[in-house]
Each structure stands twice: as structure tokens, then as C-alpha cells.
């Protein structure tokens, strides 16, 4: 598929897997009409971390108005769309269901195609995505691509060779890249989600305070970041018993740095691996200015990054990647169920 012989289309998008209640409106695959996200961060900050049963039951309240206004922001009704791109998986079962049934009732209601998304490569295609103030879409990724997606759940490298084709290279053992960076914060007294308190927090900080262990699995391209958790652990432990004050700026800054290593080296040697055109690199800690640097100063090759807004989880990126699957002939049926374990491969 020539991005220049693209169909037009205008998608749908709903979002709902984990903390967000989210729906966007994409033109043409690329065009952000609008982008709503409702996030319920708030609610869950007291338990430091996802409560599924209040994530899905918010879902319930906010997503028929979340829909709602993102019609009105387009300036479109539901009869201008072509098909609703809803999230399938992988995600918290209970708030997967909400997003998927709403879908399902506008695709009912409307006769217009469901094309069922996988979150992760929603999360890829955000780097298609104008930026919301944008005119010009960015020029559009260029396959064979090396694609990193660290998210909250997940850090995996993918190679693609076009459209909605993924080749997983490996992805990680234990905790996925924002899954430590939110436990070190817990660790270290910062508030949840842990990527922004720590992003913050280094600002004030030395990264070469503490040399943190770089898990590089040679021989892999899989990652590992439980043993740079565990001797984080160990260092507030120490702290904690020889009576000091824990260098929280300092901490944090080592362990950024320590993750932003791994990430960056082995993407880099990957991309070189596989005779990546370009690199993508998306998902929630993409939103990390230490890593983008680090990416955009060390990498030969071109490296696409979405934009903040859509970094973290939104619905902008799930009607792109449905309207990539949509012209690929993607039809989902209205008994589509969740898949909250959905690998991409
Ligand atoms: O993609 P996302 O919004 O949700 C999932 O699909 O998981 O990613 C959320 C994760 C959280 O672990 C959060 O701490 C991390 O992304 N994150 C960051 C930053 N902003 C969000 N990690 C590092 N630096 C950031 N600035
Ligand atoms: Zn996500």
C-alpha cells in the first residue's frame, strides 16, 4: 500500500483497555479531526497503581460523553463515519468490554463496519498521526522499520515490513519499561504514574550518581528490568538503615539513565540487524524527554516519536491503526470478544 493510494475514510476510534477513556476521529489515516481522553489517573493515584473494577466501572460513566464529544469536536454526526475502530485488546478484560459494546452499538445503529485494533499497534501507528495543531502530517514511517513500544504493560521490538505486518523480535521478561519506572517511583516516594514523577525528579539529579545494572541478554533482543528494580531497592534499603536521607534526584536520574541505555543500544543494534529504513519508537515512556534525546542524538537513522499528546494511551492512534486495518479488509463481526492477553505478532 503507496501512502499516496490510500482510500479515504474517516474512523472512529474508541480506546477504553486500562486508565483511559478515550475517542478520536482520524480522516484519511492520518488527519486527527479531533482526540477526546478522559483519564481517571486521579482515582486510581490512591492506590497506587490500576484498580480494575473502579477502571472499568468509570468507563462505564464517561464513555458514551467521551464519544459524544469527539463527534461534536469534528463537527461530524455518526452518519459521516466509515467504521469504529475499538480496542480489542490486550488490556484489563472488565474495561476492555465497555469500550468494545459501545462500539458495537454505534456500528449496530449506524450499519457501518467494527474493525477490532490491538492496543499495541494502535500505539505504533500514533506515529502516523498529525499533530493536533499540525496541517501537514509528518511524512509517514518508512518500512523495513524497527518499531520500540514501552508501555506500561509491555516493552517489545517489532521489525515492519509494511502495513499492519509485525515480526516480534522479543519484548521483556519481567516488568515492562513503564511498570519500573512506576514501581522505583513507588520505591522512592514518588506519586504514581511513576514515569512523569521520575522524569521529573532527575531533572534535579546526577545519572551517573549510581552505576544501576544494564541487563543487555546478549544474544536476545528481549529485555529485562528486575534486577535494575532490585538494586534500587537494595540502595533504599541501605539508606534506610544506615539512617540517611534516601538522594531521591540523584535515584532517580541513575535509573532513568540505566533504562534509557538498554533501550536506545539495543533498538540502535537492532535496527542495524534487521536494515531498518527507520526507527519508531511509541508507547508511554516514549513520552520520556531522556529517551527521546537519547534516541534522536544517537541514532543514524531517522527516529519517528508521536508527539506528547499522543504518547500515552488515546484513541487518535487506535482509529489509525483501524483505518490501516479497515482498507486492508478488516470487518470484525458484532460478537467480538476481548482479548486481554492479545499478542501482536
Ligand atoms: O502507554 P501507556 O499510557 O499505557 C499502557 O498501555 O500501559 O503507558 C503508561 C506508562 C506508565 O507506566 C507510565 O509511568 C509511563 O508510561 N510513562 C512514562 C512517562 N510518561 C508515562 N515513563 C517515563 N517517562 C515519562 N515521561
Ligand atoms: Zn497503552
Given at each position: 500500500m503507496a501512502e499516496t493510494s490510500l482510500p479515504p475514510a474517516r474512523i472512529l476510534g474508541i480506546e477504553s483497555s486500562c486508565d483511559e477513556t478515550a475517542a478520536a476521529v482520524i480522516e484519511?489515516?492520518?488527519?486527527?479531526?479531533s482526540s477526546v481522553v478522559a483519564s481517571q489517573i486521579d482515582l486510581h493515584a490512591a492506590y497506587g497503581g490500576v484498580f480494575p473494577e473502579v477502571a472499568s466501572r468509570q468507563h462505564i460513566k464517561t464513555i458514551y460523553g467521551v464519544v459524544d464529544q469527539t463527534l461534536q469536536q469534528a463537527h461530524i454526526g455518526l452518519g459521516d463515519v466509515d467504521a469504529i475502530a475499538v480496542t480489542r485488546g490486550p488490556g484489563l478484560a472488565g474495561s476492555l468490554v465497555v469500550g468494545l459494546n459501545m462500539a458495537k452499538g454505534i456500528a449496530l445503529a449506524g450499519n457501518v463496519p467494527l474493525v477490532g485494533v490491538n492496543h499495541l499497534e494502535g500505539h505504533i501507528y500514533s506515529a502516523w498521526v498529525t499533530k493536533p495543531d499540525g496541517k501537514e502530517p509528518p511524512p509517514a514511517p518508512k518500512f523495513p522499520l524497527m518499531a520500540l513500544l514501552v508501555s506500561g504493560g509491555h516493552s517489545e521490538l517489532y521489525v515492519m515490513e509494511k502495513h499492519i505486518q509485525y515480526t516480534r523480535l522479543g519484548g521483556t521478561l519481567d516488568d515492562a519499561a513503564g511498570e519500573a519506572f512506576d514501581k522505583v517511583a513507588r520505591l522512592l516516594g514518588?506519586?504514581?504514574?511513576?514515569g512523569p514523577s521520575i522524569e521529573k525528579a532527575s531533572?534535579?539529579?546526577?545519572?551517573?550518581?549510581f552505576h544501576f545494572p544494564r541487563a543487555r541478554l546478549e544474544g536476545t533482543w528481549d529485555f529485562s528490568f528486575s534486577g535494575l528494580k532490585t538494586a534500587v531497592l537494595r540502595l533504599v534499603r541501605k539508606f534506610e538503615e544506615e539512617g540517611k536521607p534516601i538522594p531521591v534526584a540523584d535515584m532517580a536520574a541513575s535509573f532513568q539513565a540505566a533504562v534509557v541505555d538498554v533501550l536506545v543500544e539495543k533498538t540502535l543494534y537492532a535496527a542495524e540487524e534487521y536494515s531498518a529504513k527507520e526507527i519508531l519508537v511509541a508507547g508511554g515512556?516514549?513520552?520520556n524527554k531522556a529517551l527521546r534525546e537519547a534516541f534522536l542524538s544517537k541514532s543514524k537513522l531517522k527516529v519517528n516519536i508521536p508527539p506528547l499528546s499522543l504518547?500515552?494511551?488515546?484513541a487518535a492512534m487506535i482509529a489509525t491503526a483501524g483505518y490501516y486495518r479497515f482498507v486492508n479488509g478488516t470487518r470484525d463481526p458484532l460478537d467480538l470478544d476481548a482479548l486481554p492477553n492479545w499478542l501482536l505478532v
Open positions: 484519511n489515516g492520518r488527519f486527527l479531526l514518588l506519586a504514581y504514574p511513576g531533572k534535579e539529579g546526577d545519572p551517573q550518581a515512556v516514549s513520552a504518547c500515552t494511551d488515546n
